[in-house]
């Protein structure tokens, strides 16, 4: 899927496009024309058939005199014996440079970037209750109030979309887009949201649907079912390595609850239908290894009487629920009936490794039952530019509360091999037929454009032991 958009007031606008070989244009594959309408905001996808697998291919397009730049995009291999691809998240335009999209960008040995969620943010440059204010960098959201309207969506997408790092990463590669919940709203559940009163802003379900529309706008996707805009999970298999599950956890589950409702053994993440196509999916994938992608962490990140310092952390992150007695409700550990089907699912069909963000830390993780080996292993990426812990307590990034605090959660919670909880960037996967390997990689910063990168940590899993073991950098 290719994908451009023309800026311009008229109508309708035909667009030329091309696809080739080679980056000069000269080993024409295939070409054609398209029209940008005003009706999907000009924004236009090219579903470009013919290609071969395991190949890199380049376009361009053409509208009205002018010429896009040349786009570079790979196909995934048929029978591949390995793949490499980036994990992401959390990319909060008012608080900092998407210095980790450059660096993503940069890189030619991956085949895509797996984009975990809150791709945009929908919430207004004054934050609502509960939320981190921006960084005073002179980035501020267009449109600055929250977006709850098709135009106010559309007009956040296209700030995104001037970005230069967003450019040079969707020029770089092809993306395969989760959903979290900023692209919907704050808190986005089925029914609603904690930042939507119906009374003050309108119906949720309009909402709900313009937020999709614009979505499915502005991202290169092909959607896994034409008749329902909202359907976002869907499975990628990349030949018999890899079965890559992408889930919807935020626009079809329960409300959040605390307890004794977050206990009940009915309510879900997933919601009914959603739930019994994973399950189905992983009962009959044969695949040597079954990735699970969710915009959420799924492992249990919050321990009972936690002592002051680590106590601060986890509400500081939101890894515990706001009134320090339980687990936040927002994350897998608000759901956790559904949570233990999918735990004992994972430990039958072996070889499960979860990919997920959202909590703006790098975890590296074994899922279990407690008291019982581990089923699975999870992989959890830093944000992009999301404040992390030493942004929201106004310290340094490797201040002594930060690696106090990082001490403290890797010993209260066993199944928590490593945790870094101030630097943000991305993940970068490696698998072959025998082994996973995840490479957290940490940008310097985001309150400015900077070019530097470090490899802060790398964990690998075997087939057939679901144990992560630390691997030397």
């Known amino acids: 899927m290719i994908w451009t958009r023309v800026s311009t007031d008229r109508d309708t606008v035909p667009v030329e496009w091309i696809v080739a070989r080679d980056e000069g244009l000269r080993d024409v594959l295939s070409l054609g024309e398209a029209t940008a309408i005003a009706e999907r905001d000009h924004t236009v996808h090219v579903d470009v058939d013919g290609l071969e697998p395991g190949e890199t291919y380049y376009y361009r397009f053409r509208a009205a005199g002018d010429s896009s730049p040349v786009g570079r995009t790979r196909t995934l291999r048929s029978e591949p014996d390995h793949l490499r691809f980036a994990t992401c998240s959390c990319a909060k335009f008012n608080a900092g440079y998407f210095n980790a999209y450059a660096r993503i960008a940069e890189r030619d040995d991956l085949d895509f970037l797996l984009h975990l969620g809150d791709y945009i943010y929908e919430a207004g440059n004054v934050p609502a209750k509960g939320q981190t204010p921006g960084a005073d960098i002179g980035r501020p959201f267009e449109p600055l109030g929250e977006c709850r309207t098709l135009d106010e969506y559309r007009t956040r997408y296209r700030q995104y979309r001037r970005d230069p790092d967003v450019q040079s990463l969707h020029l770089a590669m092809p993306i395969i887009p989760l959903l979290d919940d900023h692209e919907l709203a704050d808190g986005a559940w089925a029914g609603g949201s904690d930042a939507h009163d119906p009374a003050e802003h309108g119906p949720w379900e309009q909402r709900r649907e313009d937020a999709f529309r614009a979505r499915s706008e502005w991202l290169p996707v092909r959607p896994p079912d034409p008749a329902d805009p909202s359907r976002v999970f869907r499975q990628i298999s990349v030949g018999d390595l890899a079965d890559l599950f992408l889930l919807d956890i935020r626009s079809r589950r329960d409300r959040p609850a605390l307890e004794p409702e977050m206990s009940e053994p009915g309510r879900s993440m997933l919601g009914r239908e959603q739930r019994e196509w994973l399950l189905s999916g992983l009962d009959s994938s044969a695949a040597h290894w079954r990735l699970i992608a969710t915009p959420s962490v799924f492992v249990c990140t919050w321990g009972e009487r936690p002592r002051e310092l680590l106590r601060t952390a986890m509400l500081k992150l939101k890894l515990m629920d706001e ?117 957290w990689w940490h940008v310097d910063g985001v309150l400015e454009p900077l070019p530097g990168e470090r490899c802060a940590a790398a964990f690998e899993v075997r087939r057939g032991d679901p144990r992560l073991e630390p691997v030397n950098v």
Do not use: M
């Open 323 to 439: 009134d320090g007695e339980g687990p936040d409700e927002d994350q897998w550990d608000g759901y956790p009936a559904e949570r233990s089907v999918l735990l004992e699912r994972f430990g039958a069909v072996d070889d499960v490794v979860l990919l997920s963000a959202d909590i703006h830390i790098s975890l590296a993780s074994e899922v279990g039952k407690e008291g019982s080996p581990p089923a699975a292993v999870e992989i959890t990426s830093p944000s992009l530019t999301s404040q992390n812990l030493d942004e929201k307590l106004g310290v340094g990034q490797r201040d002594e509360v930060v690696l106090s605090s990082e001490e403290a959660i890797v010993a209260a919670l066993d199944h928590i091999l490593w945790c870094e909880l101030a630097s943000h960037g991305y993940v970068v996967c490696n698998l072959d037929r025998e082994r996973f390997r995840a490479e």
